[in-house]
């Protein structure tokens, strides 16, 4: 079973192997903000919430996930292994 720290620390080494930047999110007086602020060459940008696996986001985090959605953000929920690591960033790499 993978902890949220070794999940984290895994994206933030693989972000970094593609020239990028994974870095940690916080907002001092709003909760519930994703773990990760990413950002890839070529001007990808998005926000990763990290979990022990099998976790899911509490309900302040899923709201603010929706908000940050609704004003056009891409924000990845639930990351809660490596795989799931490899596929958000495959997705990042992808999107438009």
Same mark, same amino acid.
């Given at each position: 079973?993978?902890?949220? $720290? #070794?999940?984290?620390?895994?994206?933030?080494? *693989?972000? &970094? %192997?593609?020239?990028? +930047?994974?870095?940690?999110?916080?907002?001092?007086?709003?909760?519930?903000?994703?773990?990760?602020?990413?950002?890839?060459?070529?001007? $990808? #940008?998005?926000?990763?919430?990290?979990?022990? *696996?099998? &976790? %899911?986001?509490?309900? +302040?985090?899923?709201?603010?996930?929706?908000?940050?959605?609704?004003?056009?953000?891409?924000?990845?929920?639930?990351?809660?292994?490596?795989?799931?690591?490899?596929?958000?960033?495959?997705?990042?790499?992808?999107?438009?």
């Amino acid at each position: 079973m993978e902890s949220e $720290k #070794v999940t984290e620390a895994y994206l933030r080494d *693989e972000i &970094k %192997k593609l020239g990028g +930047k994974a870095y940690k999110f916080v907002s001092p007086g709003e909760t519930g903000v994703p773990d990760r602020l990413c950002i890839l060459p070529g001007g $990808k #940008v998005f926000f990763v919430e990290t979990k022990s *696996e099998g &976790k %899911k986001s509490t309900p +302040k985090q899923r709201q603010q996930q929706k908000r940050m959605r609704d004003l056009g953000c891409r924000v990845y929920s639930d990351v809660d292994t490596k795989a799931k690591v490899r596929e958000v960033i495959r997705d990042a790499i992808h999107a438009t």
